[in-house]
């Protein structure tokens, strides 16, 4: 259940400020009887809520991957770099989707798009502790010593703490990364603190979803399983 005037403007019939006027006028019916009162709870799918005789859907929750190239930004806007955006095409930008977290300009992979702010908001919260995975060529080679200072939680050149981390070393100056948090740079910070310095880095995972077969550069609505996958993890 939700509010009648939470809903209208969900579903784009007006801003938050117009509700009241458009409720007021009674162009709003809810089971074809007119109803005053935006605090009134429905149910989408339920009631059947209409505008001015046109019955109204209510906006879906939209979910979207993209593999990031390198050399965007992770902007809505931004007055000299290309932004992500660029790379969405103009039906999910219609949707009003933003990017959930960031990536460097530098760092490819694995970017989620929502129009759903509760979701967009828990996903990045630093409270529910969403596991990424980054695939890192850098130089040198991770030691037992470097996984275990991982693991213990490092403390970066500045003095900012990290909460305990992965580090998989996965051949010769290749390693795999796994953090909860989002710090500024956080995984270029967490191995140049070790002395090896990213020279690439990719997100491949973020909670359960993979980047998979996606190719770089495109983009892709999750499926329903996903959405619900997703859901279901970020109640635990
Ligand atoms: N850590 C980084 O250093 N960069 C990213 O883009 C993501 C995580």
Redesign the pocket.
């Known amino acids: 259940m939700e509010r009648l005037d939470k809903f209208l403007c969900d579903a784009g019939a007006g801003t938050r400020s117009q509700m009241k006027q458009i409720l007021k006028s009674g162009r709003v019916t809810v089971d074809g009887i007119v109803e005053r009162d935006g605090s009134r709870k429905i149910d989408p799918a339920v009631h059947r809520i209409s505008l001015d005789d046109t019955e109204l859907r209510g906006r879906c929750m939209l979910v979207a991957m993209l593999n990031k190239p390198a050399g965007f930004v992770t902007a809505t806007q931004d007055r000299q770099e290309r932004t992500v955006m660029e790379l969405l095409p103009k039906e999910l930008l219609a949707q009003d989707v933003k990017p959930v977290g960031r990536?460097?300009k530098a760092?490819e992979g694995l970017l989620l798009f929502t129009n759903d702010g509760d979701l967009l908001h828990r996903l990045i919260s630093p409270r529910k502790e969403v596991p990424k995975v980054?695939y890192a060529r850098h130089e040198g080679t991770a030691t037992g010593e470097d996984v275990e200072a991982f693991a213990a939680g490092l403390t970066l050149g500045d003095g900012t703490k990290c909460l305990p981390a992965v580090l998989e070393p996965v051949g010769t100056g290749e390693s795999l990364v796994t953090v909860c948090e989002g710090k500024y740079?956080?995984?270029?910070?967490m191995m140049a603190a070790r002395n090896m310095p990213v020279t690439y880095?990719e997100?491949q995972k973020e909670g359960p979803l993979s980047l998979g077969e996606l190719p770089r550069g495109q983009v892709r609505l999750l499926t329903a399983e996903e959405v619900e996958m997703l859901q279901s993890y970020m109640a635990k």
């Open positions: 990536l460097d760092t980054y740079h956080q995984v270029r910070r880095l997100r």
